[in-house]
């Protein structure tokens, strides 16, 4: 079954959330993306496990030039850490490579809960976090940054996000980044870690059978074009939202759409009937 003219009016809208969301909290939309995704390609007929690998593999893709435009609209602003990006981001594309070889042998409902429950952990860890002190200064040890790049872009690549809605809660609370350093730092090193995850997918998949047309392993041509097509351009909108909102609201945005994703994900909606 080919995707519908409804399928691809809401993956156009979804690349524009997404965008949004990337630039204005350093994340790479997979959040909103992934779930979108699964549904359409499940709504085409594709198993479950198939889907949510795709739609893993697809968000990563789309995270790259997402992650590039609004890395570079975070340094026009001087909120991005290139030190901590760089290092994070080299050691992040190692750990998401393994992760997203080890995603293609997991069941796709273990991926999709495992999903949202990453997603829960990193809203409830800014959720529960003492107010810090503005004036802190942040980590600059290359070793630190390297212990924490490479577990965090394994999950990443393991779960199917860029890793900036784990990384920035880290970057914030253990490295002492202030929030927009933390967002805009986090968008460079995603450049790296979706780089890594998206190979994976691509090579795990290239013999699989049950693939959408179009695609290069669970990388599929089609989506990422719609969802990049409008994500890349918003991103920077996103960007210049985010400097114009204080440290405050900007944490409880990301509270607020962390918590909804991760339910979401983890069937906590379908559970209630909520159809939202």
């Known amino acids: 079954m080919e995707m519908q003219i409804n399928h691809i009016i809401i993956l156009l809208i979804t690349g524009l959330g997404a965008g949004f969301a990337g630039g204005l909290l350093g994340v790479g939309g997979c959040f909103i993306m992934v779930p979108i995704q699964f549904w359409v390609l499940t709504s085409l007929g594709i198993d479950t496990t198939t889907a949510i690998r795709i739609a893993f ?3 990563l893709a789309v995270v790259l030039p997402t992650a590039i435009s609004s890395a570079l609209g975070h340094h026009r602003k001087q909120a991005v850490l290139w030190k901590a990006g760089v290092i994070l981001g080299m050691t992040g594309f190692m750990g998401a490579f393994l992760g997203g070889f080890i995603a293609t042998h997991i069941p796709g409902n273990f991926l999709k809960v495992g999903f949202g429950m ?12 003492k107010p810090f002190k503005a004036d802190r200064e942040p980590v600059d040890k290359p070793l630190i940054f390297m212990l924490w790049g490479f577990p965090l872009g394994m999950v990443s690549g393991m779960i199917g996000i860029g890793g900036g809605v784990l990384m920035v809660p880290v970057m914030v609370h253990a490295l002492r980044f202030k929030i927009h350093q933390a967002v805009g730092t986090s968008s460079a090193l995603m450049i790296l870690t979706s780089i ?3 190979i994976a997918y691509m090579v795990k998949g290239w013999q699989v059978s049950g693939l959408p ?12 074009v719609i969802l990049a097509g409008t994500s890349v351009p918003m991103a920077q909108g996103g960007v210049k939202a ?3 909102l204080p440290a405050k609201y900007l944490k ?5 759409i962390m918590f909804y994703m991760g339910l979401k994900m983890t069937g906590f909606f379908s559970l209630l009937h909520v159809p939202i």
Do not use: C, D, E, P
């Open 118 to 129: 990453a997603i829960l952990a990193g809203a409830l860890r800014m959720l529960m976090s």
């Open 57 to 59: 593999g697809t968000g």
């Open 252 to 256: 409880w945005i990301f509270i607020i």
């Open 242 to 244: 985010a400097h114009k």
């Open 213 to 224: 047309a179009y695609s290069l392993g669970y990388v599929n041509l089609v989506q990422w």
């Open 196 to 198: 890594g995850a998206v």
